[in-house]
């Protein structure tokens, strides 16, 4: 099936259902530039991303307990 047939009407359908009921928000003054939400925001992606692409090449941890990593102190 083409896609074109779903696609066009669905984006039209949102376009006029947007500028319909989207409430017209008045703007407010621009703030700086946010380097520490860019910095967490850089760090979470890059660890997704590797967790992402190394998931599959670690094997499973073969101990029966789920949290075998984990020992509690004496």
């Not at 047939?5 to 621009?30: C, E, K, Q, S, Y």
């Not at 760090?43 to 599959?56: D, E, I, K, N, Q």
Request: with cysteine; net charge positive.
């Amino acid at each position: 099936m083409d896609t074109t047939i779903v696609n066009v009407p669905l984006g039209l359908i949102t376009l006029l259902f947007g500028l319909v009921f989207l409430a017209d928000v008045p703007r407010t003054a621009a703030r700086g530039f946010d380097l520490v939400g860019f910095l967490l925001a850089a760090g979470g992606l890059a660890g997704v991303l590797y967790a992402l692409s190394t998931g599959g090449d670690r094997p499973r941890c073969s101990s029966p307990a789920p949290s075998a990593w984990w020992r509690p102190s004496r």
